[in-house]
Nanobody, 115 residues
Framework: QVQLVESGGGLVQPGGSLRLSCVVSGGIFSRNSMGWYRQAPGKQRELVTFITSGGYTYYSDAAKDRFTCSRDNAKNTMYLQMNNLKPEDTAIYYC?????????WGQGTQVTVSS
């Protein structure tokens, strides 16, 4: 059974940075496209970015020019570097497959951007 463990969230001031990690146990990580998703209070979960097995990345308009997604297949880990954070980035961030049936969702990691 595949397990997703997100970490790296926290409280940060506007303009600050955070680096999230997603460790995937089980499955064939290197062959799959993976995505970062987020869910803000009272809103639906939305796609932030995804990265293909070959390293191609896509970013939502909200993430473009501020966030960078990367992966280390040797460590079964995906990262999300978030810079110039804004209050509207406040959400629980999750990782999961991009495309196809998702794995069971992990607990996510809370990101709060506030002064």
């Amino acid at each position: 059974q595949v397990q997703l463990v997100e970490s790296g969230g926290g409280l940060v001031q506007p303009g600050g940075s955070l680096r999230l990690s997603c460790v995937v146990s089980g499955g064939i990580f290197s062959r799959n496209s993976m995505g970062w998703y987020r869910q803000a209070p009272g809103k639906q979960r939305e796609l932030v970015t995804f990265i293909t097995s070959g390293g191609y990345t896509y970013y939502s308009d909200a993430a473009k020019d501020r966030f960078t997604c990367s992966r280390d297949n040797a460590k079964n880990t995906m990262y999300l570097q978030m810079n110039n954070l804004k209050p509207e980035d406040t959400a629980i961030y999750y990782c999961n497959l991009y495309g196809g049936n998702p794995y069971d969702w992990g607990q996510g990691t809370q990101v709060t951007v506030s002064s």
